[in-house]
């Protein structure tokens, strides 16, 4: 578990280094599925104070704590819900990257414009819808995590590593941690 920590620290702190984090807002994590292991920054902590250690492990299945006292991410049920709706990723990435929330915010898939973006996504990154107020208030990162799985419906996500959350901003995915940054 020391390996997955150290790599899910390293992707945060590429996050940090190419400034696409403000404050603790942001987050990157990664599964052992062997394990039913996610390794996740922890909530709270700043970019500049994190270490290895100090990344959270949870259960999978049951989102428990399995290693620490400090509490993972607030980001960490969509986390999960990805995990658990899409089989063939093992790193999530979530940050407040200002062009990307200018999209959220605005309410706009990013269409497929050129070459490079077509490289990376086959077609448009979606955007899901809002969450309703009885899901906000209920379980916001939980329903965070649905409405990105409805915007999947009759989409790869191994074939569009990405989706805008409605008013609020990316999450990305991929074959670990690294490649979700």
């Not at 049920?77 to 089989?87: D, E, M, N, W």
């Amino acid at each position: 578990m020391k390996v997955l920590k150290q790599r899910v620290y390293e992707a945060n702190m590429e996050l940090y280094r190419r400034n696409l984090v403000i404050y603790t807002w942001g987050n990157v994590s990664e599964i052992d599925r062997e394990k039913g292991i996610v390794a996740i920054k922890p909530s709270g902590v700043p970019y500049e104070k994190l270490t290895p250690d100090m990344i959270v492990l949870m259960d999978l299945e049951s989102g428990k704590v399995v290693d620490s006292d400090l509490n993972p991410s607030s980001d960490a049920p969509t986390h999960l819900a990805l995990y658990r709706a899409f089989k063939d990723i093992g790193g999530v990435t979530h940050t407040h990257s200002p062009y990307a929330v200018a999209w959220a915010q605005a309410g706009r898939a990013i269409p497929c414009f050129g070459t490079t973006h077509a490289d990376y996504f086959h077609g448009d990154i979606p955007l899901t819808r809002f969450l309703t107020p009885e899901e906000t208030e209920a379980a916001y990162e939980a329903n965070t995590g649905k409405v990105i799985i409805e915007a999947f419906e009759g989409i790869n996500p191994v074939h569009t590593p990405a989706v805008l959350t409605r008013g609020h901003g990316p999450f990305t995915w991929g074959k670990d941690g690294a490649q979700s940054v």
